[in-house]
C-alpha cells in the first residue's frame, strides 16, 4: 500500500508496535536530558504511517538523483552551546587538526570540507554561511544484516539519531571555539547529502545513487555543518570518479532491489542511465538495504577494486 502523502510503501499498518520496539537512544548514546526531545519526535513525527517523516515536510521536491530523502523533518535542536555574537571567520591549521582528532574520537569516520551551492540545496531555506563540513558515520553491519521489516527500520532510525547527536556535538565543539554553525541534520533533508560528500570529495555516487567511500564502500549515514570558517582546507579534485566507470560495468545494485526502484533506461543514443524510483524504495519505511549489501564495494576493500579495475582495463586497451 502506498501512503498518498509521502509516496512511500506503507508496509505495516499499526505504528504503535514500531513505537513500541524503538530503541532507548538515551540509553545507547548518553544524551540523557535531551532523550524526552528526541522520544518525543521519533514517537510524533517518525512514527506516523510510513515512519519516513514526510507528512510533516513543508516542500518534499526532492532531487531523485540524491538518494532517497529518508528522514525530511525538522530534527529538533539538541546543542548544549549557543552560536557566538561574534563569530571567528578564519581557523588556523592548529585548530583544523584538533577539529579533525575531535571528530575522529567520536564514531565519525570521515570529514571533508567544500562549499555549498544552490543546486545543492533541497529544501528553500537561507544558510547564512556555505562554508560546509560534511561527516561521514558508519552504518553498522546489523543493519544490513536484517532483512527488510521492523527490526531493521528501527536500527536504521537508530543510525540517524546517532549522528544527528554526533554532528552536534561537533557543532557545540566548533561554537565553544569561537566559530558559527547551523546544522543539517542527517534526518532534516535540506540538502543533497551524497552530492555534498561527492563534492568533498569524501567518495563518488555509484549507480546505487548511494556515495561510495573508500572506508565504508556504500554503508554510511552523512551529515553537514555550515560553519562561518572561511578558510576551510577545501579541495575540490575527486580521486573517486573512476567508480561511475566500473558501475557501469557492474549493475548488482540493480538486480538486487526487489522493489524495482533502481531501473535502466536506454536513451535515444543506445546509453543506459539509472534511474531511482523514490516512491517505490523501502529504505526508509521498512529499513531495506539490499542495494548496499550487494554491492562490490560493501564485500571488497576499494583499493583491491580500484587495483583488479585498473588491470582489466589495462589488459582490454592492450588487445585493441
Ligand atoms: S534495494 Fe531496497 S533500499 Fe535499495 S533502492 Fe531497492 S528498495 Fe530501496
Ligand atoms: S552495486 Fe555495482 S553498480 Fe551498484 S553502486 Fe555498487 S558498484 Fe555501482
Redesign the pocket.
Known amino acids: 500500500m502506498v501512503n498518498e502523502k509521502c509516496g512511500c510503501q506503507i508496509t505495516n499498518d499499526n505504528p504503535d508496535k514500531k513505537i513500541k520496539n524503538k530503541p532507548k537512544i538515551n540509553e545507547i548514546y548518553g544524551f540523557g536530558e535531551d532523550s524526552q526531545d528526541i522520544g518525543e519526535l521519533l514517537n510524533n513525527n517518525l512514527y506516523n504511517e510510513c515512519g519516513c517523516g514526510l507528512d510533516h515536510v513543508i516542500d518534499n521536491s526532492y532531487n531523485s538523483n540524491d538518494g532517497c530523502g529518508c528522514g525530511t523533518i525538522d530534527f529538533p535542536d539538541l546543542s548544549h552551546i549557543k552560536n557566538p555574537d561574534k563569530p571567528k571567520f578564519l581557523a588556523d591549521k592548529d585548530f583544523i587538526n584538533e577539529l579533525e582528532n575531535y571528530v575522529h574520537s567520536l564514531d565519525i569516520i570521515n570529514i571533508g570540507y567544500t562549499l555549498l551551492t544552490n543546486d545543492l540545496l533541497i529544501k528553500d531555506k537561507f544558510i547564512q554561511y556555505p562554508y560546509t563540513i560534511v561527516l561521514t558515520m558508519e552504518m553498522d553491519n546489523n543493519i544490513i544484516q536484517t532483512p527488510p521489516g521492523e527490526d531493521a527500520k528501527d536500527l536504521n532510525d537508530t543510525a540517524y539519531v546517532k549522528l544527528a547527536i554526533l554532528t552536534t556535538k561537533i557543532s557545540d565543539y566548533l561554537r565553544k571555539n569561537g566559530f558559527a554553525t547551523e546544522i543539517a541534520h542527517p534526518y532534516s533533508g535540506i540538502v543533497g547529502f551524497t552530492s555534498l560528500a561527492q563534492k568533498a570529495v569524501l567518495g563518488y555516487i555509484?549507480?546505487?545513487g548511494?556515495l561510495?567511500s573508500p572506508e565504508l564502500g556504500?554503508r554510511q549515514k552523512i551529515s553537514a555543518i555550515f560553519t562561518s570558517i572561511a578558510n576551510l582546507p577545501i579541495n575540490e579534485t575527486n580521486p573517486h570518479s573512476w567508480i561511475i566507470d566500473?558501475?557501469e560495468k557492474?549493475?548488482?545494485?540493480i538486480k538486487a532491489c526487489p522493489e524495482k526502484a533502481l531501473i535502466t533506461n536506454i536513451t535515444c543514443f543506445e546509453h543506459e542511465e539509472t534511474e531511482f524510483i523514490k516512491t517505490l524504495c523501502i529504505g526508509c519505511s521498512d529499513g531495506c538495504t539490499y542495494?548496499i549489501e550487494?554491492?562490490?564495494?560493501n564485500q571488497k576493500e576499494y583499493t583491491h577494486i580500484k587495483n583488479r579495475f585498473e588491470k582489466i582495463n589495462e589488459k582490454l586497451t592492450k588487445n585493441r
Open positions: 555509484g549507480k546505487s548511494l561510495i556504500p566500473y558501475c557492474c549493475g548488482k545494485c542495494c550487494k554491492c562490490p564495494f
